[in-house]
């Protein structure tokens, strides 16, 4: 009843507060249903595809694959095996008009494959002729529908296709994945047999009783079977890391602003509470006088916040629960999959639990001085808040405006509220800046974060069928006017580094490297040095200076450790070698990779259009890189932008929300006082005045301590997300003007909406103030 | 002939709650004339603390008219009543009303500041008038709820005079103070009444009401009676009596 009767009385501020706690409540359970739900769901539909844990692919006909296949029979935990033949090599395909290259293969959809079987999505045909099945994300990237043309460049051959559906791929198929696999029929297979006769493939699969199991696998299996005529080998783990990092990040990202959210509802409340002993003690002595035990008027305050929070809780998670299937869509091109991540009854759970016992908690221990309060010393008002132990800023020594003079003693006497408010503004501040440092850096700035974390971005990537035609085709190459420099840079030497495999990206000259990989050290430069990856160093346990022993096949060779190379490549297992290096312990290397930098004047589809009319046949794969990199970051961009808009969005009316609570409070709490200044004179937008620039201060300190915060934390934060990727120093710009332009907009913005929330004693007369 | 600072012309409040109406002044018509120490007086309910406030601008008729100097104030906005209150009225009331996040000294400054930007000036004066009123300055820098109901109304009669109002408005001035309180404050609204100060104030004390020299009875909304106690009629005893016999024919 007595909590009924205290929401009824500050309906505004309850329903602000209800506010404040459904956005909150929205995002931790958004957050906590991805960052929970979606390894789940991708291990649920690898399940239902009978996934395998661990795939090899090589040659047709490698010596390897007998072997592999015995060593895969005798391996404890396993369940079972399967042989799969394909055609396929370096090839493009389309995006959006956007050319894609990877490494593409074609299985026959009537192949009797018992692991990860085809599983088409949404509407279908038959495979008929020239049919073709894409992998989903092709299929929603590309904006593609059944019975569009499809194309691929396969080794140089292009093939036109009819697209008839697309299906869900775990191991293959995914933005971050440069494998791709397409679907035909088996006589349109039989046909791609003879066209490729050189591309034959063959996948051997491993299933075991636990997934995990695929990763130690990969590593025995590496130590044991020759990497000769393997083109990759991929685990099931490795591959749903890959899919589900962004959506974790973004999920910790969301769950991370919903705690400070949380946080600042927290804070409100307890400001609340605050108030409304002040504002209701006379009330408060009268209930004690007539018998109310304080258990019983603590117990209503907190039942009242509870109250709030469990309505505002729950309406938050009907939002985030309406909102899911939104935000996963967003999330499909980076899966690769239709997300259903359905209702999370643990998310819910936690959510609801953790807002309503945070926010009972909270009131309980805002509401405990009313223990302490004599009933007679609270029928007489109680202690008066107001801290006299110093008259701050007397007028006839201070400087400046009379509002602003008024307007800072004030905020001297509520120095705790003047903190809290400061606290929250800087919080969300800091989020705000973080925000929009991310998603600048995946937009305007997206070429330096590339740099970064995607390693070297040349504007062109050639890749030879024979590397016999490297050396020439390099020196052509370098003769046309728009190349600048040519450097041979090839990405798939698969390494063991005591006794763990990495990827290592061989570099004709790291002296002409571009991109920001070395972290600490430099680059290797003579036969006997490498540089690698963060994960491996740790791994190996092995720093800068170390030596570490490399085997690729039968041959090994200690290498020095120069540096430490970081970007976005096998989790932080790879390195780089030079070239000389990777002869040491793979005598025939030679480059089929070459990278093209132009000038700033050329135009990259000309050059691409040239190359390829010049000597179109003897390439596997022609790169558009920064076309290839606006696609990826395209699928990205999305979703961070999303996120930092949201962030500003919820900054602003976090900022909105806190101003009206406060302000009105204060209105409430100095009606009295308000009416004596204006009974002697002072002007209705004098005490506005007056109200807005006692917020101002500390809304100012809290913008700049926030995004001060946000500056310098942006990149221990991004650190800490990202160290899973291998990724250990990350160093984003902050765009400053951005930075300052919201920190400007939020001053002006609390300094506006103050005055608009202190509009409301325009109407009051002196009179009605001062005797109500 | 006295000049007329102020005159209603049908001046009427209606305070309206709940639909049901009540009508508290009603087509009053009177006149407070400059240098006067007018008091109005009146049983309880009879509107005396509206008429007062209607008439300083702080609140606004619901009909008729109030002038000042020939000026129509009661069409003004708030804001420009603000404006008028601070140049031309100065306000003492019952609960004395100090702002109380304040010191004494800070709380006539803010009114001071209002119309004078010359701090050094308005500072010295305030000091000026809190010695006058015998605030010394040990009591300068105390705030509100450290020095005593007197001071504080003493303080509250600084803050009133600090910008030279061409009039006071005092509502039941001594109304929260004991009698020795209550009288030094009476003695400075008289002093300073002498020095040429219009003076209205409401009260139902008749020791503070024969400070007067002009004592207006208010009942049902209206002026009822007019008392001259002005310089025929001296003493206090006699200016009791006759204020006495006055309200007894009022039916006080």
Redesign the interface.
């Known amino acids: 009843m007595l909590s009924a009767a205290n929401i009824r009385k500050n309906k505004g501020q309850s329903v602000s507060l209800l506010i404040f706690v459904l956005i909150a409540a929205m995002f931790l359970n958004l957050g906590l249903t991805i960052f929970m739900g979606i390894g789940s769901f991708f291990d649920e539909r690898a399940e239902s595809v009978h996934m395998a844990h661990y795939t090899a692919i090589y040659q047709a006909g490698a010596d390897a694959i007998d072997k592999g296949l015995q060593y895969m029979a005798s391996y404890p935990s396993l369940e079972e095996t399967e042989t799969l033949r394909a055609i396929g090599g370096w090839g493009d395909y389309y995006v959006n008009d956007t050319q894609g290259t990877g490494f593409l293969f074609l299985s026959s959809a009537s192949s009797d494959q018992k692991m990860d079987a085809p599983s088409l999505i949404g509407e279908s045909l038959p495979l008929t002729d020239n049919a073709i099945y894409i992998p989903y994300f092709i299929m929603r990237s590309g904006g593609y529908r059944v019975g569009d043309d499809f194309k691929l460049n396969l080794s140089g051959t292009e093939l036109n296709f009819t697209v008839a559906g697309s299906t869900a791929e775990i191991m293959f198929g995914a933005q971050f994945n440069t494998i791709h696999r397409f679907y035909v029929s088996e006589a349109r297979f039989s046909e791609l047999e003879k066209q490729f006769p050189e591309n034959g493939l063959t996948l051997i699969s491993a299933r075991f009783e636990n997934s995990e199991t695929g990763v130690l696998f990969q590593a025995d299996y590496n130590k044991v079977i020759s990497t000769d005529g393997l083109y990759f080998d991929l685990t099931y783990d490795n591959a749903k890391q890959a899919r589900t990092m962004i959506p974790l990040i973004a999920a910790i990202v969301v769950t991370a602003f919903a705690l400070i959210l949380l946080a600042v509802s927290l804070m409100v409340i307890r400001f609340r509470i605050a108030n409304s002993i002040e504002e209701s003690m006379t009330n408060i002595g009268t209930q004690k006088a007539v018998g109310y035990r304080s258990a019983e008027i603590v117990a209503a305050i907190v039942v009242q916040y509870a109250g709030i929070a469990l309505s505002g809780g729950l309406a938050g998670i009907a939002l985030s629960q309406a909102i899911i299937p939104s935000i996963t869509k967003l999330l499909e091109p980076l899966v690769a999959l239709v997300i259903n991540l359905g209702f999370d009854a643990v998310s819910v759970v936690i959510s609801l639990g953790f807002v309503l016992l945070a926010a009972a908690l909270i009131s309980f221990i805002s509401a405990r001085r009313i223990n302490k309060l004599h009933p007679l010393v609270a029928l007489r008002g109680g202690l ?1 808040a ?1 801290s ?1 132990k110093k ?1 701050a800023l ?3 020594k201070g400087h400046g405006p ?1 509002s602003l003079l ?1 307007a800072l ?2 905020l001297f ?1 509520n120095k705790k509220q003047a903190v809290a408010v400061g606290i929250i503004v800087a919080a969300v501040t800091m989020a705000s800046v973080a925000g929009i440092a991310v998603n600048y850096n995946m937009n305007e700035g997206r070429n330096s974060f590339a740099r970064s974390l995607f390693g070297e971005m040349p504007e062109v990537n050639f890749v030879l069928k024979s590397g016999e035609d490297g050396a020439a085709f390099g020196e052509r190459l370098l003769a046309r006017p728009e190349v600048r420099k040519v450097l041979g840079y090839e990405v798939a030497a698969t390494l063991l580094v005591d006794e763990t495999g990495i990827l290592a990206t061989v570099v004709e000259d790291c002296a002409l490297l571009e991109g920001n990989m070395i972290i600490d050290g430099r680059y290797p430069r003579h036969n006997n040095e490498i540089a690698l990856g963060p994960s491996i160093l740790k791994v190996a346990g092995k720093k800068i200076g170390d030596t570490v022993m490399v085997k690729s096949g039968r041959n090994e060779k200690e290498y020095l450790i120069t540096g430490i190379v970081q970007f976005m490549q096998s989790n932080g297992f790879n390195g780089i070698i030079t070239d000389g290096g990777i002869r040491e312990i793979q005598p025939d290397f030679i480059f089929t990779s070459f990278n093209a930098y132009l000038t700033d004047e050329a135009d990259t589809k000309t050059l691409i259009d040239g190359v390829r009319a010049a000597e179109g046949a003897i390439f596997d794969s022609i790169m558009d890189v920064q076309d290839n990199l606006k696609s990826t970051m395209d699928t990205i961009s999305g979703v961070f932008a999303a996120v930092a808009i949201g962030i500003v969005a919820v900054t602003a009316l976090v900022v909105i929300l806190v101003l009206y609570m406060v302000i009105k409070a204060a209105i409430l709490q100095r009606r ?2 308000l ?12 005490l506005m005045n007056q109200i807005a620039l006692n917020m101002t201060p500390m809304i100012l300190f809290g913008v700049i301590l926030g995004a001060i915060a946000g500056y310098f934390g942006l990149n221990p934060m991004m650190t800490a997300l990202m160290s899973g990727m291998g990724i250990v120093r990350v160093q984003l710009p902050v765009p400053i003007g951005q930075t300052i332009t919201v920190g400007i907009a939020l001053v002006a913005l609390a300094y506006a909406v103050s005055l608009l929330i202190a509009w409301r004693i ?2 009051v ?4 103030m ?1 005797s109500e | 002939m006295k000049n007329a600072v102020l005159s209603t012309n049908k001046l009427c409040k209606t305070f309206s709650s709940s639909g049901i109406q009540q009508h508290v002044l009603k087509n009053l018509d009177m006149e407070i004339y400059e240098g006067d120490f007018t008091v109005i007086m009146g049983p309880s309910g009879a509107g005396k603390s509206t008429l007062l ?1 209607a008439l300083s601008g ?3 008729p619901t009909l008729g008219d109030i002038l000042f100097a020939g000026r129509d104030i009661s069409s003004l906005t ?2 420009r009543l ?2 008028f ?3 031309n ?1 100065g ?1 003492i ?1 019952q609960q004395i ?7 004494i ?2 709380n006539i ?3 001071g ?3 004078s930007k010359n ?1 050094q000036a308005v ?1 010295e004066r ?1 000091k000026q008038l809190l010695r006058q009123l015998n605030l010394d300055e040990s009591m300068w ?1 105390k ?1 509100p ?2 020095i005593s109901g007197g001071e504080a109304q003493r303080a509250g009669i600084a ?1 009133a005079l600090i ?1 030279n109002p061409k009039i006071i408005f005092a509502d039941e001035p001594t109304g929260a103070l004991n009698s020795a309180n209550g009288q030094a404050v009476l003695d400075a609204l008289t002093e300073i009444n002498e020095h040429g100060q219009s003076v209205v104030m409401v009260t139902h004390d008749l020791r503070s009401a024969r400070r007067g020299n002009r004592i207006l009875y208010l009942q049902d909304g209206l002026i009822r009676g007019e008392c001259q106690l002005g310089e025929y009629v001296r003493g206090d005893e006699a200016r009791h009596n006759r204020l006495g016999s006055f309200l007894a024919e009022m039916g006080w």
Do not use: W
């Not at chain 1, 009416?675 to 004098?686: D, H, N, S």
């Not at chain 2, 009303?97 to 010191?103: F, I, K, V």
């Open positions: 008066t107001h006299f008259n007397p007028l006839d009379l008024l003693k004030l006497q009295r006082e009416g004596i200044q204006k009974a002697v004179g002072f002007t209705t937008f004098q325009r109407k007369s002196a009179y009605a001062i | 406030y702080m609140d606004k708030n804001d603000a404006v209150r601070r140049d009225c306000f009331f009303y100090l702002l109380d996040n304040m010191s000294l800070d400054l803010a009114c500041l209002l119309v701090r500072a305030a820098r705030f709820s450290q803050r910008n």
